[in-house]
């Protein structure tokens, strides 16, 4: 075999890499974090000031496993207040495993989410909630084993 005909092998070789990956790429799935990200982009502003709120409070929201699933507690400002809003479980991994839970806490401020709404993985858990007419918000990581 001479040289040219090597070389050309050499650009089919690549040439065929180059389609394989072209092709694989195309066929991973991309899941936005939200279906209509560009109007919840439009809202941020709200997300910053409920951040911005709830790191004012003090303490911060709790998120610990039990045997019944995930425990939830708001910072004790929020005792014996009606609270609304919710609780996402947003698993970068898998957007079929994402989960969208109304937020009602006991007297207390705490509130558990069974093992059968959320099942074990890592998520981003994000809570925004109402009280008094002011909004809050809390985002942090978790681990569900």
Known sequence: MNWGNKLLLVFVVFGGGISYMVYRCMQTPVDLVSKDYY??????????????RANDLSGSVK???????????LPREMRYRTITGTVRFYCAADAAR????ALEPDAEGVQDIGRKAVGPGQYTVSVSWQSGGVDYYSQQPFVIH
Do not use: H, K, S
């Open 39 to 52: 109007r919840d982009e439009l809202a941020y502003q709200r997300v910053i000031d409920g951040t911005q």
């Open 98 to 101: 994402d989960r969208e839970i």
């Open 63 to 73: 998120l610990e496993t039990t045997a019944v699933g995930v425990r939830l507690a």
